[in-house]
């Protein structure tokens, strides 16, 4: 089983403020098809997961375009340019390229 | 638009079975895998299982394996969880989403599942 490890745990931000978290597997996450199945989810209080990124990088449509994800093998960067009051929750990264599928423990975003 | 609505969860004890069922609408239900993921309590996300586009592959975690079923319905765009022999420790919202490129790209909203005597 791959295990994917957030960093930090949590994450107080001041608003307009930028945030970043890490997400490390524990093996490679290139998939044999050659692709990367890295996403990023938020959970905002009292909400299912959302999905943000998928395959490292790739915004969802409605994302706003201050969410940015980066990284490559098995280290993992989603970026928050300028936090907003609506982005607080918690932030999933998770690998879609092997089963049993697995998520990162989470990381809290909250405001200062 | 997209949708997936979870349904059946309740209070069971101990040992006994549950079905959930999740309901698809607003894409073509035959072209997508679908997942459950589940969230005890205060806690993170837990993958528990999934099924092909085409029914042909099962994916179980170790935690559920031999006790929980996944199957489909083409028929009504509907995906079930069989769960047998529950436990307290499965306990948790279960959520359906659609699997996509390696994602999970539509949640729905819940269903509550608790197991205690």
């Known amino acids: 089983e791959i295990v994917m490890t957030q960093t930090p745990l949590s994450s107080p931000v001041t608003l307009g403020q930028p945030a970043s978290i890490s997400c490390r597997s524990s093996?490679?996450?290139?998939?044999?098809?050659?692709?990367?199945?890295l996403s990023w989810l938020q959970q905002r209080p009292g909400q299912p997961p959302r999905l943000l990124i998928y395959?490292?990088?790739n915004r969802v449509s409605g994302v706003p375009d201050r969410f940015s994800g980066s990284g490559a093998g098995t280290d993992f960067t989603l970026k928050i340019s300028r936090v907003e009051a609506e982005d607080v929750g918690v932030y999933y990264c998770?690998?879609?390229?092997?089963?049993?599928?697995?998520f990162g423990q989470g990381t809290k975003v909250e405001i200062k | 638009q997209v949708q997936v609505v979870e349904s059946g969860g309740g209070v069971v004890q101990p040992e006994t079975s549950l079905r959930l069922s999740c309901a698809a609408s607003?894409?073509?239900?035959?072209?997508?895998?679908v997942h459950w993921v589940r969230q005890a309590p205060g806690k993170g996300l837990e993958w528990v299982t999934s099924?092909?586009?085409?029914?042909?592959?099962?994916n179980y975690a170790d935690s559920v394996q031999g006790r929980f079923t996944i199957s489909r319905d083409s028929s009504k765009n509907t995906v079930y969880l069989q769960m047998n022999s529950l436990k307290p420790d499965d306990t948790a919202v279960y959520y359906c989403?659609?699997?996509?490129?390696?994602?999970?790209?539509?949640w729905g909203q819940g269903t509550l599942v608790t197991v205690s005597s």
């Open positions: 989403a659609r699997g996509r490129d390696g994602s999970l790209d539509s």
């Open positions: 998770m690998q879609g390229t092997q089963f049993p599928r697995t």
């Open positions: 093996q490679s996450l290139v998939h044999s098809d050659g692709n990367t199945y």
């Open positions: 099924i092909s586009y085409d029914e042909n592959y099962e």
């Open positions: 395959r490292i990088s």
């Open positions: 607003g894409f073509i239900f035959s072209r997508h895998a």
